[in-house]
């Protein structure tokens, strides 16, 4: 086995670097006394290059410290150019320039070996800022609280960090004549791996950047999800804190909270409230052809907008009529305020108006024992409940209806 290893790797001589190193060196002093005049050119044009990227990179910091024009991208932008290296600045001068001195072809192969790594590792490296400004900019944006960014900015910058350096590694290696098949495949094997082993934290993690920048509510905001209503206190890396309307704090994972269907009470205009009225059914047919507009105007009068009234349903002891509005604005306290007092002008009109409200009633047929050939005796119970407007509005994210 240690036979066939150095039959494929022969051992390095140094003899034979020695002389490599010399002769280049001798290559580059001859090319030096030839081209004296080209290469001062060169040094010239290529420290005006180091000069003005210096410039630039000095702009970018100064983005980052002035950035009310640009909304926040200027940060962003700012500190991508502040990250330029040195080494990228001096090598891209040299590779700008180097053609014009007419160098030997050892000088060139070199000067392009040491940029090509040092451009993959610069772009890797404005990737990697790039990315993480652009997390940042979305999740400190106006009127949002991006709690989770502050969590998740530790994993979520390792993450990119990692992905970013060995796409870089992989290309430089490519570049160098490495076959990297082998490679890709066993960091493919290892992320998927990785993936499965990990697969729920990874779903809550990917569920609270949708969260960060989809934005379907954050905190402060009152939700209404699946069957339960509250508070959103905090959104974390894994889970989201809500706090209930009966004051219980409930923690649910990030990924299960967005494959329920979300309600933003906060982010609503307004709250519609629907009455349903019972009329009694010896109720004449021309009062309920009027009763829709008689709504309107109590609604009206108490500054509501009006929304809709009809007949609906035949109830059992009624005829059914529905009557929709909206109130003011979203607070509920409004809205709860607006719905007790048009309920009430509702009533005080149909009173005025001499409009009963229905109210359960029940028919019994009683049959005489002593008679042979019965006939049937009608007799009619009422029971007279109170003349009532029910309300069909759902339960809301502050315990009380809308």
């Not at 082998?182 to 949708?210: M, N, R």
Request: charged share 20%; aromatic share 8%.
């Amino acid at each position: 086995m240690s036979n066939k290893s150095a039959a494929i790797l022969p051992p390095i001589r140094v003899r034979d670097v020695s002389s490599q190193v010399h002769g280049l060196a001798k290559t580059t002093l001859d090319w030096i006394g030839d081209y004296w005049l080209q290469l001062l050119i060169s040094f010239g044009a290529g420290a005006a290059i180091v000069i003005a990227l210096h410039f630039a990179r000095r702009i970018g910091r100064g983005l980052c410290e002035r950035d009310r024009q640009l909304h926040g991208w200027g940060i962003v932008f700012g500190r991508t150019i502040a990250r330029t290296g040195n080494v990228f600045i001096v090598l891209l001068a040299a590779k700008l320039v180097i053609g014009f001195a007419n160098p030997p072809a050892e000088v060139t192969r070199v000067v392009n070996f040491l940029f090509t790594i040092s451009a993959v590792f610069q772009a890797a490296n404005w990737a990697r800022e790039l990315i993480l400004g652009a997390i940042e900019h979305r999740t400190r944006s106006e009127h949002y609280s991006g709690e989770a960014i502050g969590s998740a900015m530790g994993i979520i910058r390792l993450l990119v960090s990692f992905a970013v350096f060995a796409i870089a590694l992989i290309v430089v290696l490519d570049n160098l004549g490495v076959n990297v098949t082998g490679l890709v495949a066993g960091l493919g094997v290892s992320g998927i791996a990785i993936g499965l082993a990990a697969q729920g934290i990874f779903a809550d993690l990917f569920a609270a950047l949708a969260i960060i920048f989809d934005r379907p509510f954050r905190r402060g905001d009152a939700i209404s999800y699946d069957s339960s209503s509250g508070t959103v206190e905090a959104i974390g890396l894994k889970s989201t804190r809500i706090r209930g309307v009966t004051g219980e704090e409930r923690i649910v994972a990030n990924k299960q909270l967005l494959e329920k269907e979300i309600i933003n009470n906060t982010s609503r205009e307004y709250r519609r409230v629907v009455f349903t009225i019972g009329l009694v059914q010896a109720t004449p047919v021309e009062t309920m052809e009027a009763l829709p507009s008689v709504l309107k105007d109590v609604i009206e009068a108490k500054g509501m907008k009006f929304v809709r009234a009809g007949f609906t349903t035949f109830g059992a002891s009624s005829y059914d009529f529905d009557v929709e509005f909206d109130s003011p604005s979203a607070a509920f306290q409004e809205f709860y305020d607006a719905r007790h007092a048009v309920g009430l002008a509702i009533v005080r009109r149909l009173n005025e108006d001499g409009i009963e409200l229905a109210y359960p009633t029940q028919t019994t047929f009683n049959v005489k024992p002593e008679q042979n050939a019965p006939k049937s005796a009608l007799k009619t119970e009422d029971r007279r409940g109170t003349g009532a407007i029910s309300s069909n509005s759902a339960v809301d994210e502050d315990g009380g209806q809308h």
